[in-house]
């Protein structure tokens, strides 16, 4: 997908087989982390501790590049999908990943 | 919405990739525009070719489909000239050095650190001898699996090889069929072993009698949708059809093409048609190949012979293909365990003279990752059996050993998440030092796989392990989800997932409890799957007590975050540059 976030084309895509993110050609996030979520409807722990497994979908909103991703929460086992989490900002045609050991809070609807 | 890469592959996609593919090797890595390479990433993937994960910019995976797994004679050697040549790259592995082959387990040989400048060199040598990497990754025919005896094996029931041979010419660089939504996997399977392993295949044809016109006639009976990846595994459903050896291309074509024209192009993980079976049911399957695919009338499905099945079963005779067996014409194959598939170049040319001194030259590979050498006279097969290369590639090895297949992980792969070659190989090598099975157990088949796309099949093992994350004193480590009891055979099953995020470092522990509580609450002559079957998912957690012992894992780290996870220095930041095209 081809986005704008402000007045800069960025291309968005989630590849083989929800791997990475490529922005503009480059692989920019990966699985296999560890991520600390903000997501309740994900599972019932104050803080997820997400396993990133694969990604399923990338978005953005404002500047800000945001991903639906499978996983599991290692703390109760919970997995599915989540919500869009953040995960970087597109400034001056750069895309910046957010610090991974922050927490990350999935968007509210 | 069609997908970006469904966008890509209309525009470009199948044969005529493979002149954009030379030009790009001609003028260098970096003419590849910048605003291109995820699209020209994919389509290589369709001529073999898959870039390597992030840190190894520049180097790509190779595979080579060898159809069935047969290596004609000297096809092993060049397979072994290349690896050494080109297969090498600026990390060198710790327990493999720095030039190998890896027998995958869908028959076909993977090389890794390649580079773009070589591949034209590679093709031409690859071509002048009957091989290939054309559809070996991508959307289209995959590589075609069976019984990799086939023609020879004492066992057959019908000779597989001609109608794989077929169907190999037939569709590889077929246009009507070289832009699937998806991948294609099909098994032909003629031996009464089951080692085609069809009902993991998109397509299986398996070996089953028809009266037709009062005569018993050997066909295929045709399973659809099988296939383990993404936490979504099916066997192969039955869509009542037989079909005679001739009439295979037909409804082969015919079940691609209807493939081809309704496969979901718009979402890829819900692409293979084994989600298209799902919607649809066997029957309306094939209703539609009648109906619209085949223009003669298809018969009802024949009798099978899966209950004679053993391969993989977990019990019984011959759940793999390692030792010495009989051919049809006297001579015997000889199954070589190859430990997780991987084998250095050097011993692979070591390997192609034995064939050639003791053999035909011919070798074959099986799906649990192991090579076969054919045609060995029983005059000649006891100096074979002591050849030195055998210590270490055995025929009779440790169940340990034998039962360890691994896919590739983090080494190299941008999926895996965590490392697992060559932590198979520690776990084998603890588990056969520490760990005894009961009397009577053979085989016992532990396979890990770094993540759910499951290119090491572990839902159909004793032990399937699965790459996970947890943590330990609070720090992230690599860890393994646990499986029990999954197999192949007459009634298959996938293995329960019992316990889950094991610390890498304690499965070694966890396995040797398992196996102790299986040698005291065994009843007699049970097999360790039937053992699985009559205890539920909570005895069994009871069962896999994972701790430390003097195991030692040194990959217990992120290795995603390394640029190559046995670099001494190992940081991304550390990273080689693009090699240069030269």
Same mark, same amino acid.
């Given at each position: 997908?081809?986005?704008?976030?402000?007045?800069?084309?960025?291309?968005?895509?989630?590849?083989?087989?929800?791997?990475?993110?490529?922005?503009?050609?480059?692989?920019?996030?990966?699985?296999?982390?560890?991520? !600390?979520?903000?997501?309740?409807?994900?599972?019932?722990?104050?803080?997820?501790?997400?396993?990133?497994?694969?990604?399923?979908?990338? %978005?953005?909103?404002?500047?800000?590049?945001?991903?639906?991703?499978? %996983?599991?929460?290692?703390?109760?086992?919970?997995?599915?999908?989540?919500?869009?989490?953040?995960?970087?900002?597109? !400034?001056?045609?750069?895309?910046?990943?957010?610090?991974?050991?922050?927490? !990350?809070?999935?968007?509210?609807? | 919405?069609?997908?970006?890469?469904?966008?890509?592959?209309?525009?470009?996609?199948?044969?005529?990739?493979?002149?954009?593919?030379?030009? +790009?090797?001609?003028?260098? +890595?970096?003419?590849?525009?910048?605003?291109?390479?995820?699209?020209?990433?994919?389509?290589?993937?369709?001529?073999?070719?898959?870039?390597?994960?992030?840190?190894?910019?520049?180097?790509?995976?190779?595979?080579?489909?060898?159809?069935?797994?047969?290596?004609?004679?000297?096809?092993?050697?060049?397979?072994?000239?290349?690896?050494?040549?080109? /297969?090498?790259?600026?990390?060198?592995?710790?327990?493999?050095?720095?030039?190998?082959?890896?027998?995958?387990?869908?028959?076909?040989?993977?090389?890794?650190?390649?580079?773009?400048?070589?591949?034209?060199?590679?093709?031409?040598?690859?071509?002048?001898?009957?091989?290939?990497?054309?559809?070996?990754?991508?959307?289209?025919?995959?590589?075609?699996?069976?019984?990799?005896?086939?023609?020879k094996?004492g066992?057959?029931?019908?000779?597989?090889?001609?109608?794989?041979?077929?169907?190999?010419?037939?569709?590889?660089?077929?246009?009507?069929?070289?832009?699937?939504?998806?991948?294609?996997?099909?098994?032909?399977?003629?031996?009464?072993?089951?080692?085609?392993?069809?009902?993991?295949?998109?397509? /299986?044809?398996?070996?089953?009698?028809?009266?037709?016109?009062?005569?018993?006639?050997?066909?295929?009976?045709?399973?659809?949708?099988?296939?383990?990846?993404?936490?979504?595994?099916?066997?192969?459903?039955?869509?009542?059809?037989?079909?005679?050896?001739?009439?295979?291309?037909?409804?082969?074509?015919?079940?691609?093409?209807?493939?081809?024209?309704?496969?979901?192009?718009?979402?890829? *993980?819900?692409?293979?048609?084994?989600?298209?079976?799902?919607?649809?049911?066997?029957?309306?399957?094939?209703?539609?190949?009648?109906?619209? *695919?085949?223009?003669?009338?298809?018969?009802?499905?024949?009798?099978?012979?899966?209950?004679?099945?053993?391969?993989?079963?977990?019990?019984?005779?011959?759940?793999?293909?390692?030792?010495?067996h009989d051919q049809k014409d006297g001579t015997n194959f000889v199954?070589?365990?190859?430990?997780?598939?991987?084998?250095?170049?050097?011993?692979?040319?070591?390997?192609?003279?034995?064939?050639?001194?003791y053999g035909s030259?011919?070798?074959?590979?099986?799906?649990?990752?192991?090579?076969?050498?054919t045609d060995v006279p029983d005059d000649a097969l006891?100096?074979?059996? /002591?050849?030195?290369?055998?210590?270490? *590639?055995?025929?009779?090895?440790?169940?340990?050993?034998?039962?360890?297949?691994?896919?590739?992980?983090?080494? +190299?792969?941008?999926?895996?998440?965590?490392?697992?070659?060559?932590?198979?190989?520690? +776990?084998?090598?603890?588990?056969?030092?520490?760990?005894?099975?009961?009397?009577?157990?053979?085989?016992?088949?532990?396979?890990?796989?770094?993540?759910?796309?499951?290119?090491?099949?572990?839902?159909?093992?004793?032990?399937?392990?699965?790459?996970?994350?947890?943590?330990?004193?609070?720090?992230?480590?690599?860890?393994?989800?646990?499986?029990?009891?999954?197999?192949?055979?007459?009634?298959?099953?996938?293995?329960?997932?019992?316990?889950? $995020?094991?610390?890498?470092?304690?499965?070694?522990?966890?396995?040797?409890?398992?196996?102790?509580?299986?040698?005291?609450?065994?009843?007699?002559?049970?097999?360790?799957?039937?053992?699985?079957? $009559?205890?539920?998912?909570?005895?069994?957690?009871?069962?896999?007590?994972?701790?430390?012992?003097? *195991?030692?894992?040194?990959?217990?780290?992120?290795?995603?975050?390394?640029?190559?996870?046995?670099?001494?220095?190992?940081?991304?930041?550390?990273?080689?540059?693009?090699?240069?095209?030269?």
């Amino acid at each position: 997908m081809a986005v704008q976030p402000g007045s800069v084309t960025t291309r968005l895509r989630v590849l083989d087989d929800g791997a990475w993110i490529s922005v503009d050609d480059h692989r920019e996030v990966r699985v296999s982390e560890l991520w !600390r979520l903000d997501a309740p409807d994900f599972c019932g722990c104050d803080l997820a501790d997400l396993v990133v497994e694969n990604f399923q979908e990338v %978005g953005v909103d404002g500047s800000r590049v945001e991903v639906r991703v499978y %996983g599991q929460c290692i703390e109760c086992g919970a997995s599915g999908i989540t919500g869009w989490l953040p995960v970087g900002r597109v !400034r001056a045609d750069e895309f910046v990943e957010f610090d991974r050991s922050c927490v !990350r809070r999935e968007r509210r609807e | 919405m069609p997908t970006d890469v469904e966008n890509w592959k209309s525009e470009v996609y199948g044969n005529e990739i493979r002149d954009h593919l030379f030009e +790009f090797a001609e003028r260098g +890595f970096d003419s590849i525009p910048d605003d291109e390479r995820d699209a020209w990433f994919e389509r290589f993937k369709w001529w073999g070719l898959y870039h390597q994960r992030n840190g190894q910019e520049g180097y790509f995976m190779m595979r080579i489909g060898t159809p069935n797994g047969v290596l004609e004679p000297g096809q092993l050697r060049v397979v072994g000239e290349i690896a050494d040549e080109y /297969a090498r790259g600026p990390g060198t592995n710790p327990i493999f050095g720095d030039a190998y082959a890896d027998f995958t387990t869908r028959q076909s040989i993977q090389l890794h650190w390649i580079e773009l400048s070589d591949v034209p060199a590679i093709f031409e040598k690859l071509e002048a001898n009957g091989l290939s990497t054309q559809q070996a990754c991508g959307d289209s025919w995959r590589n075609i699996v069976g019984n990799p005896v086939a023609g020879k094996d004492g066992q057959e029931v019908i000779d597989a090889w001609p109608v794989i041979r077929e169907l190999n010419e037939t569709f590889k660089g077929d246009d009507d069929h070289s832009n699937l939504p998806r991948k294609w996997k099909v098994s032909v399977t003629g031996s009464a072993d089951g080692s085609g392993q069809g009902d993991i295949n998109d397509l /299986a044809f398996e070996p089953a009698y028809k009266e037709v016109e009062d005569e018993d006639v050997v066909g295929f009976n045709v399973r659809v949708g099988g296939g383990l990846a993404r936490n979504e595994p099916r066997f192969a459903r039955d869509i009542d059809v037989w079909v005679p050896p001739e009439r295979v291309p037909d409804v082969a074509g015919g079940l691609s093409a209807l493939f081809r024209d309704n496969g979901d192009r718009e979402d890829r *993980y819900n692409a293979r048609i084994k989600f298209l079976v799902d919607e649809w049911g066997p029957e309306e399957v094939c209703e539609t190949l009648q109906a619209e *695919y085949v223009d003669f009338e298809l018969e009802t499905a024949g009798r099978d012979v899966r209950e004679e099945y053993t391969y993989n079963t977990g019990e019984g005779e011959r759940n793999d293909l390692v030792g010495v067996h009989d051919q049809k014409d006297g001579t015997n194959f000889v199954g070589l365990n190859v430990l997780v598939g991987r084998m250095g170049a050097a011993d692979v040319l070591d390997l192609a003279d034995l064939a050639d001194e003791y053999g035909s030259g011919e070798v074959r590979l099986s799906q649990r990752q192991n090579v076969i050498v054919t045609d060995v006279p029983d005059d000649a097969l006891d100096e074979f059996l /002591a050849e030195p290369l055998l210590e270490h *590639y055995s025929p009779d090895p440790s169940p340990f050993m034998r039962g360890s297949v691994a896919c590739t992980g983090t080494e +190299f792969c941008s999926l895996s998440i965590v490392e697992t070659k060559n932590r198979q190989v520690r +776990f084998a090598r603890w588990l056969k030092g520490n760990v005894e099975l009961p009397e009577g157990v053979e085989e016992f088949h532990i396979h890990l796989s770094g993540c759910t796309a499951s290119c090491a099949q572990p839902q159909i093992a004793d032990v399937s392990l699965r790459g996970m994350k947890t943590r330990k004193d609070g720090e992230p480590v690599e860890a393994l989800d646990v499986g029990l009891g999954g197999g192949l055979g007459d009634d298959p099953g996938f293995a329960r997932w019992v316990t889950q $995020r094991v610390p890498a470092d304690e499965i070694p522990g966890a396995i040797a409890s398992l196996i102790d509580s299986f040698a005291g609450e065994r009843e007699e002559g049970e097999s360790f799957r039937a053992f699985v079957a $009559r205890h539920d998912d909570e005895e069994l957690d009871a069962f896999v007590d994972p701790e430390e012992t003097d *195991y030692e894992d040194p990959m217990m780290h992120n290795t995603k975050r390394t640029w190559y996870p046995y670099a001494e220095e190992d940081g991304l930041d550390d990273a080689p540059p693009v090699p240069a095209d030269d």
